[in-house]
């Protein structure tokens, strides 16, 4: 594991339920597990990707560790600081040290406001700048995210998808935050356009010293953005280790699954196609012992009954399967 000088933020045992109502009194029946007990730690300046299919509670993890979400159980602590205590005064000054990017550009910005109030927003809130000094900041975020003075007297609606993330970056940026969540933020875009976008955050990352959960489902952005890999199944960590040995080493019978699905851009190579079996479980009743066991074909009687826990394979990579020594050879 990491030194505590080098951890940013602290995750244990984190949880968190959404209630499923039915009847005519609305009376809660179940709960949807979306994140149901996991430890993570995310060290200074680096870039750790959140990764798994749709549904595995990458984005919930994403928004309660900024508590946007409410946590059901667990901690998140931020520079030694425990959120899940903290008052509404202290979390109101510890987040100006965390931000986000949300995925679609498109629902993220208020349509109604012009783009100098929606960069200016957290500066008015946190800070006691005059108007004036607000418009400088905003224009100096602006032209260091690529664009010019005047698009801040626009509204989104003018803007292409490409530019609009831009502004979403600029207001994450703008009270220059330690931390922020990256939930999927060029999934809706375009393929050149994404490449762009990619590289305005390596840069913003370099010269800000950011921190950034980087949540996604495609591997071949991970491949060029991360320096370590977190990957998610059904609520829980199942993999976790730095990006180049998740990819030449990938343990965990999910992982598999998901690297086998990386294209290829050679018509002529021949890849390994590995299909998971059946579907996805339901996450108001997951199955018992291994959540993949239902899917993966090197399935025991242990899957089935004993849950696994992360395990040190080597170094830094950890991964949470009963039969992970037949795969890591």
Same mark, same amino acid.
């Given at each position: 594991?990491?030194?505590?000088?080098?951890?940013?933020?602290?995750?244990?045992?984190?949880?968190?339920?959404?209630?499923?109502?039915?009847?005519?009194?609305?009376?809660?029946?179940?709960?949807?597990?979306?994140?149901?007990?996991?430890?993570?730690?995310?060290?200074?300046?680096?870039?750790?990707?959140?990764?798994?299919?749709?549904?595995?509670?990458?984005?919930?993890?994403?928004?309660?560790?900024?508590?946007? =979400?409410?946590?059901? %159980?667990?901690? &998140?602590?931020?520079?030694?600081? +425990? #959120?899940? /205590?903290?008052? *509404? $005064? !202290? @979390?109101?000054?510890?987040?100006?040290?965390?931000?986000?990017?949300?995925?679609?550009?498109?629902?993220?910005?208020?349509?109604?406001?012009?783009?100098?109030?929606?960069?200016?927003?957290?500066?008015?809130?946190?800070?006691?700048?005059?108007?004036?000094?607000?418009?400088?900041?905003?224009?100096?975020?602006?032209?260091?995210?690529?664009?010019?003075?005047?698009?801040?007297?626009?509204?989104?609606?003018?803007?292409?998808?490409?530019?609009?993330?831009?502004?979403?970056?600029?207001?994450?940026?703008?009270?220059?935050?330690?931390?922020?969540?990256?939930?999927?933020? =060029?999934?809706?875009? %375009?393929?050149? &356009?994404?490449?762009?976008?990619? +590289? #305005?955050? /390596?840069?913003? *990352? $370099? !010269? @800000?010293?950011?921190?950034?959960?980087?949540?996604?489902?495609?591997?071949?952005?991970?491949?060029?953005?991360?320096?370590?890999?977190?990957?998610?199944?059904?609520?829980?960590?199942?993999?976790?280790?730095?990006?180049?040995?998740?990819?030449?080493?990938?343990?965990?019978?999910?992982?598999?699954?998901?690297?086998?699905?990386?294209?290829?851009?050679?018509?002529?190579?021949?890849?390994?196609?590995?299909?998971?079996?059946?579907?996805?479980?339901?996450?108001?009743?997951?199955?018992?012992?291994?959540?993949?066991?239902?899917?993966?074909?090197?399935?025991?009687?242990?899957?089935?009954?004993?849950?696994?826990?992360?395990?040190?394979?080597?170094?830094?990579?950890?991964?949470?399967?009963?039969?992970?020594?037949?795969?890591?050879?």
């Amino acid at each position: 594991m990491v030194t505590n000088n080098n951890v940013l933020i602290e995750i244990n045992s984190l949880k968190k339920y959404f209630p499923v109502r039915s009847g005519i009194f609305l009376r809660v029946k179940k709960y949807v597990r979306a994140v149901d007990g996991v430890d993570l730690v995310i060290k200074r300046n680096e870039t750790l990707a959140l990764v798994g299919e749709s549904g595995c509670g990458k984005t919930t993890i994403g928004r309660t560790i900024l508590h946007l =979400t409410e946590p059901t %159980d667990g901690e &998140v602590v931020f520079e030694g600081k +425990n #959120l899940t /205590n903290a008052s *509404k $005064e !202290e @979390l109101m000054q510890l987040r100006k040290g965390m931000q986000i990017v949300f995925q679609n550009p498109y629902t993220s910005l208020h349509p109604r406001k012009l783009v100098k109030d929606i960069v200016g927003e957290p500066l008015k809130i946190h800070t006691n700048l005059s108007s004036v000094e607000i418009l400088n900041k905003v224009k100096e975020t602006l032209e260091s995210v690529g664009l010019r003075e005047e698009h801040m007297y626009r509204y989104p609606h003018e803007f292409s998808g490409g530019q609009r993330q831009r502004i979403a970056v600029a207001r994450a940026i703008i009270l220059k935050p330690k931390f922020i969540v990256l939930d999927e933020p =060029t999934s809706a875009l %375009d393929v050149s &356009v994404q490449a762009r976008i990619l +590289n #305005l955050l /390596n840069e913003l *990352k $370099e !010269e @800000l010293s950011l921190t950034y959960l980087f949540i996604t489902h495609d591997l071949a952005v991970v491949d060029y953005m991360a320096d370590r890999v977190a990957v998610m199944y059904l609520g829980k960590i199942v993999e976790l280790g730095k990006k180049d040995d998740i990819f030449s080493k990938p343990t965990h019978p999910y992982t598999r699954v998901l690297e086998a699905a990386i294209p290829i851009p050679d018509p002529f190579f021949k890849k390994e196609k590995i299909l998971p079996k059946g579907e996805v479980p339901d996450p108001a009743n997951p199955p018992k012992g291994c959540r993949f066991h239902t899917r993966c074909d090197y399935s025991i009687d242990k899957c089935e009954k004993v849950e696994p826990v992360l395990e040190n394979i080597e170094g830094e990579h950890y991964v949470a399967c009963h039969r992970w020594r037949e795969i890591y050879k």
